[in-house]
């Protein structure tokens, strides 16, 4: 259901490389993508979401989310420049859009050619932010790249503070816990947000 409402499938193989005692490489490999992995994917995503509106629905002003808004209008512009020689073009006025467009391009130009260009595309997207539900309008929270309405990062608590902050609003907005009064304000979770938007 996701793909068909214009998910995009932008990602790319992790490579890992095999070094000897000085540090030089000896063999590189990538990742093997099976389904199961796909499988596993889908459900953490569709975890991420169906929390997302949970604490949405309990904590209207403040439930922590990510959000990926469409690409600005001209993001696009070199890269369509790129794929002029090619007869290729994207047409990028949605996220479903752009994903047919893809497979269209991957389909014509062979698997290679629509890998690379799934990755430059990655480029020209925006960044996905975290922020509380309260700083924006219901319509605007959606996820551009998952083509998703609601979204928040929950799976992965030991790897992202992020998470446990969704994993304290979840056990919350259940009857579980508590939730700290200093994790209950909007003007509290934009500082919050801003902390974990920020690169470091």
Same mark, same amino acid.
Not at 7 to 13: I, K, R, T
Not at 45 to 53: K, M, S, T
């Given at each position: 259901k996701r793909i068909d409402?214009?998910? =995009?499938? =932008?990602?790319?193989?992790?490579v890992h490389f095999k070094i000897d005692k000085d540090g030089k490489p000896l063999e590189?490999?990538?990742?093997?993508?099976?389904?199961?992995?796909?499988?596993?994917?889908?459900?953490? @995503? @569709?975890?991420?979401?169906?929390?997302?509106?949970?604490?949405?629905d309990k904590f209207p002003s403040f439930a922590l989310l990510r959000r990926h808004p469409p690409p600005p209008r001209d993001s696009f512009a070199r890269l369509q420049a790129l794929l002029e020689p090619y007869g290729c073009t994207l047409d990028t006025s949605s996220n479903k859009a752009l994903a047919d467009s893809l497979r269209l391009i991957k389909k014509t130009q062979g698997a290679r050619f629509g890998k690379t260009l799934a990755i430059l595309c990655t480029r020209c997207l925006s960044l996905a932010k975290y922020f509380p539900s309260g700083a924006f309008s219901y319509e605007d929270y959606g996820h551009f790249g @998952?083509?998703?309405?609601?979204?928040?990062?929950?799976?992965?608590?030991?790897?992202?503070?992020?998470?446990? @902050?969704?994993h304290r609003q979840l056990s919350a907005s259940i009857g579980l816990n508590p939730l700290a009064s200093e994790l209950s304000t909007l003007e509290t979770m934009c500082l919050v947000t801003d902390n974990l938007n920020s690169r470091k």
């Open positions: 409402d214009g998910s =995009l499938v =932008l990602d790319s193989a992790s590189v490999h990538a990742d093997v993508h099976i389904p199961a992995n796909a499988m596993i994917e889908e459900f953490m @995503l @569709l975890a991420n979401q169906a929390v997302a509106a949970q604490i949405q @998952l083509a998703m309405p609601i979204y928040t990062h929950f799976t992965s608590p030991i790897r992202r503070y992020a998470d446990l @902050l969704v």
